[in-house]
């Protein structure tokens, strides 16, 4: 199960930090990512952090301004969020990928960040 939260109304120019907390499956052992998703728009890839920590990848739109990261002693997995843009608005979601799949088998339920212009 994967729950995330920290999301909320932000001026432009703003920070927040996601989080996302895993229970109930082995976490060091799963890739861990965010999504989000506007009304009519297909869900898009944010971020994701491998299993071990090491690599991480972004999508263009959110490089240099996005850091995740994670902690697998405490099962959470963490977006901070800098230099928002309105068009960051959408509902992000923390998704996990077990090492031996290549889907992400796991969603969380959604945290809705909204950035003012």
């Known amino acids: 199960q994967l729950q995330a939260f920290g999301g909320g109304l932000v001026q432009a120019g703003g920070s927040l930090r996601l989080s996302c907390a895993a229970s109930g499956g082995t976490f060091s052992s799963w890739d861990m990512g965010w999504f989000r998703q506007v009304p009519g728009k297909e869900r898009e890839f944010v971020a994701s952090?491998?299993?071990?920590?090491?690599?991480?990848v972004y999508a263009d739109s959110v490089k240099g301004r996005f850091t995740i990261s994670r902690d697998n002693a405490k099962n959470t997995v963490t977006l901070q969020m800098n230099s928002l843009k309105p068009e960051d608005t959408a509902v992000y979601y923390c998704a996990a990928r077990p090492r031996e799949s290549t889907t992400w088998d796991y969603w969380g339920q959604g945290t809705q960040v909204t950035v003012s212009s």
């Open positions: 952090i491998a299993w071990m920590g090491g690599t991480t």
